[in-house]
């Protein structure tokens, strides 16, 4: 129920007259007759009963949207990632650019020994030099290779200059799910990217271990269904099932119609369910200097009432304190 409250506020003449006269102007009680000549001031404040039922708590948490099935895709030597050509959700096919890296100097430079050393042994042959110096060459070539295979050397970078960069491809058709970031520092093997084959989409999202199943009281086990709430464009809802818990992580398959793979969705999860409490508007309570409270009127009184907040949830709060069902309690 709401109420239209109105409180007259009283203006003494002894204020406007204290400024020069050494009034006492410290504060008195506030006299409910307006002082003669001067209309009341409304002060309107909203009220809502206070009621007596059942309320669900929610467990609000984000996820990711991912696929299933994806192929990791390694950095294929060290260096620096100097150009991401993909981004997370596009559609590619088997052979497509992801990224691009400048490898690191100490493969920049066997990678010039090997082809200086290769020239130098055809050049050789090709003169007919002496079986010595062919031998000495040779030898230095293989140095040169037993380096590169232990760096894993990229063969485009032989003879590709110093300035060469080594391409990063997609190893199927699919959708990108992760990617690398310009300057990034990679080793040979990191994962800098992965693909996903499109077939499945799942979402991943962490909630609090106490809010999931196995908990006291969870919020969350295998087998729910769960709204899926998109944060990017227009808001819409999509279903999703909870399908496995670990740790916290709660993955839920869904149906890839309107999803993108990395994409944010919010989960709005059935919680614990509290009945016969006394509820409150989340907005009433009033949190002050570590005290929480409520303002009740009764009579044209205000009064503040110190309560305990159990929960809040849905915009509601299921209080205890010195209340009753019905009683007025102020909105601001």
């Not at 949830?313 to 909105?331: P, S, W, Y």
Request: with cysteine; hydrophobic share 50%.
């Amino acid at each position: 129920m709401r109420l239209q409250l109105t409180r007259a506020l009283a203006l003494s003449a002894l204020v406007v007259a204290g400024a020069g006269c050494g009034v006492d102007q410290r504060p008195h009680q506030a006299d409910r007759t307006p002082a003669a000549g001067i209309a009341p001031i409304d002060v309107d404040r909203t009220v809502v009963a206070v009621e007596r039922g059942s309320v669900t708590e929610r467990v609000v948490a984000t996820g990711r949207v991912e696929i299933d099935d994806q192929e990791p895709v390694a950095a294929p030597t060290p260096g620096e990632i100097v150009a991401v050509s993909a981004r997370m959700g596009d559609t590619i096919e088997a052979g497509a650019v992801l990224a691009e890296i400048a490898p690191a100097p100490g493969v920049v430079i066997a990678a010039l020994e090997l082809e200086a050393a290769r020239l130098a042994v055809d050049q050789a042959a090709a003169n007919d030099g002496d079986a010595a110096e062919l031998a000495m060459l040779a030898s230095r070539l293989e140095a040169a290779e037993r380096t590169a295979a232990e760096l894993d050397l990229p063969p485009e970078l032989i003879g590709a200059g110093v300035d060469a960069v080594v391409a990063v491809v997609a190893p199927i058709d699919g959708i990108v799910v992760d990617v690398p970031s310009i300057g990034e520092a990679v080793e040979a093997g990191d994962v800098i990217a992965r693909v996903g084959d499109g077939a499945g989409l799942t979402v991943l999202a962490e909630i609090d271990d106490a809010e999931v199943d196995g908990g006291a009281d969870p919020a969350v086990a295998v087998g729910d269904e769960i709204a899926l709430v998109r944060q990017s464009g227009a808001t819409t809802e999509e279903p999703g099932r909870v399908v496995s818990i670990d740790r916290g992580v709660v993955r839920l398959a869904v149906d890839d119609a309107g999803l993108r793979a990395g994409e944010r969705v919010r989960l709005a999860l059935p919680g614990r369910a509290w009945t016969d409490v006394l509820v409150v508007p989340a907005d009433a309570v009033r949190r002050f200097a570590g005290d929480t409270s409520v303002l009740t009127v009764a009579d044209g009184d205000l009064r503040r009432v110190a309560i305990e907040v159990l929960v809040e949830t849905d915009g509601r709060a299921v209080v205890e304190g010195e209340l009753a069902a019905g009683d007025q309690v102020v909105v601001p």
